[in-house]
Structure formats: structure tokens, C-alpha cells
């Protein structure tokens, strides 16, 4: 055994760049309400990205907007590089807001009609969160040329409004959002399920170059396991508000142990020949 093996299997475990420990949330009344997340642990490595999947109604969204921090839990923790982020005040969320992207289904709803792109992308930039990061205009505009740039938007139209342009675009738009700050983290929430099939591939294709260009950390929320093995590294199958497999990707498709993943997977027969 060489000596940097040694070294490694007596090293710390790394701090996972976003932990959730034991989340709960219960929400609504009528009859009951619904245990939306029960004592959930999910832990996101740097640089590993993590396809979330589960049942319709699972959890999968909720758990997502917990992470990002725009739903608190009834009870658990969640961890940025280590930190709580519960209980912050909005003004000490900056490098959680600078630092992890959120990439919503429908473009059509997480864009405002009344927003230019250049201010839809350039608002995270501006906001007071992250006071002093935006830089001088000149820096802002630069920005944004190269941020549409890189997501195959045509800087040029960059004064145009959202419903100037198609869904495969208007999705971009909200990649090269989510993107403007450099963030390390990426979530997205099934962001090709509500696209035309014809224009799903070449976000795909655009959201692979990114992560892998970038070294994103990611978890992709999705119904479509075909998806997942595509961009994905390791897996996390949910039911019911809690993780009931997850692991290596690889190994899960393989040798499925719960009864969902082999019924999410027996959906899909091609991926497993
Ligand atoms: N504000 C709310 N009040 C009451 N119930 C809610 C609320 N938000 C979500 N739910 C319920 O919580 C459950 C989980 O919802 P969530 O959207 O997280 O699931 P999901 O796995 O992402 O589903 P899908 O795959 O259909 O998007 C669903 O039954 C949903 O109806």
C-alpha cells in the first residue's frame, strides 16, 4: 500500500459542500396536512452531482428550495461548507446566494415579462445581498455578454424581453441567471421537463458543457432516470419526503435494492441493457 493510501483512509471525510441532517417539514391541513420531508439526510460533495428522483409528490422540489434556502423545515439542519444556514438573516445568506444557483422547470413562470434579459440576468448581481459583487456598470455589461455567450444566447438581443423568445432560449436565459454570479453549486429542478422534446437535448447538452466546464457540484431533480445517468454521478431515490436508496449511480442502476428505484427503472427498460 503506497504511503498517500494510507494517507487518505485515515484522512477527515472532506465537509460536503451542502449537508441536510434529519430535515421535517409537515405542511398543510386539511386532513392532516402531508409529511413532505421526514428526517431526511442528504449530503452534496464538491464536485459530485447527485440526480434526485422519486415519485410525483415526493419531495423532490421541497427538498430543493430547502437547500437553497427559500423554505425552512420544521425541524434538521442544512449546511453550507459546514455553516448552518437556518436562522441566518437574509443579509448573511451572500455566499449561499453567490455561491448556489437555483434552475427552475418553466421558464415561463421563473421569468418576469416586464424584464429585459440584460436586467434578468444582471439582477442577481444587483441585489443587496450581495452589495459590492456587481462591480461598475462596464464590468456588469461585460458580465453579461459573456455569460450569454457561453449559454448560446446572441449578446445582441439582450435589451429584448423573455416572450420575444422561444422556451429552448428562455431557458437559457434562466441558466445564464443562475450562472452570472460564478456559482459552485448548482440545483436544478427538472429544468428540461416542461421544453419542447425537440429542444430538451441541446439544454441537456448546454447544462452537461456547463458543469463540466465549471466543475459544478449539482444536484438535477428529474422524473427521467435517462437524464440522470447522463449528467449525473451518484443518485438519490425519494419516497414519501424521505431518501430510500441512493449511492453511486452505476451501482444503483445495476442492482437496485428498493422497490421504487426498481420501478422507477423498470419505466425506462432501455437504460438497463
Ligand atoms: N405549500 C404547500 N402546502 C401543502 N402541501 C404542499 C405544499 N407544497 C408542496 N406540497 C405537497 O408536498 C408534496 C411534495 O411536493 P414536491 O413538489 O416537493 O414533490 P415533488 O417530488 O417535487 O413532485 P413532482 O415530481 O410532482 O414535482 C406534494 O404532495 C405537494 O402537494
Known amino acids: 500500500m503506497s504511503d498517500s493510501a494510507v494517507a487518505d483512509s485515515t484522512a477527515p471525510e472532506p465537509v460536503p459542500e451542502l449537508e441536510a441532517s434529519h430535515l421535517s417539514l409537515h405542511l398543510g391541513r386539511s386532513r392532516g396536512g402531508l409529511q413532505v420531508l ?6 452534496v460533495r464538491t ?21 437553497a434556502g427559500l423554505q425552512r423545515p420544521d425541524s434538521g439542519q442544512v449546511r453550507f461548507r459546514g ?36 436586467r434578468t440576468i444582471t439582477e442577481p448581481l444587483r441585489s443587496p445581498v450581495l452589495s459590492g459583487a456587481a462591480g461598475s456598470r462596464e464590468q456588469v455589461r461585460q458580465r ?15 435589451g429584448r424581453f423573455p416572450h420575444e423568445f422561444s422556451g429552448g432560449q428562455r431557458q437559457r436565459i434562466a441558466i445564464a441567471r443562475a450562472l452570472v454570479t460564478r456559482p459552485d453549486v448548482l440545483l436544478a429542478d427538472e429544468p428540461v421537463s416542461a421544453l419542447d422534446v425537440s429542444v430538451r437535448a ?12 465549471r466543475n459544478l457540484t449539482m444536484v438535477f431533480v428529474s422524473h427521467d432516470l435517462t437524464v440522470v445517468r ?3 454521478d451518484e443518485v438519490a431515490v425519494m419516497q414519501h419526503g424521505a431518501i430510500v436508496e441512493s449511492g453511486d449511480l452505476a451501482r444503483v442502476y445495476a ?3 428498493h422497490r421504487v428505484t426498481r420501478e422507477l427503472l423498470a419505466a425506462v427498460p432501455r437504460i438497463r441493457t
Not at 38 to 43: A, I, M
Not at 144 to 158: H, I, K, N, S
Open 38 to 43: 421526514d428526517d431526511l439526510s442528504l449530503k
Open 47 to 67: 464536485g459530485r452531482r447527485i440526480g434526485l428522483v422519486g415519485e410525483s409528490g415526493s419531495g423532490k422540489s421541497t427538498l430543493l428550495r430547502v437547500l
Open 83 to 118: 455553516r448552518s444556514i437556518l436562522g441566518r438573516r437574509p443579509g448573511q445568506l451572500a455566499d449561499l446566494r453567490a455561491d448556489v444557483a437555483l434552475v427552475l422547470q418553466d421558464p415561463r413562470s421563473s421569468l418576469d415579462p416586464r424584464m429585459s434579459v440584460a
Open 144 to 158: 453579461l455578454v459573456q455569460v450569454m455567450t457561453e449559454v448560446g444566447l446572441d449578446p445582441a438581443t439582450a
Open 202 to 213: 441541446q439544454v441537456l447538452n448546454l447544462l452537461t458543457e456547463l458543469v463540466s466546464a
Open 230 to 232: 447522463h449528467l449525473c
Open 255 to 257: 442492482d437496485p435494492q
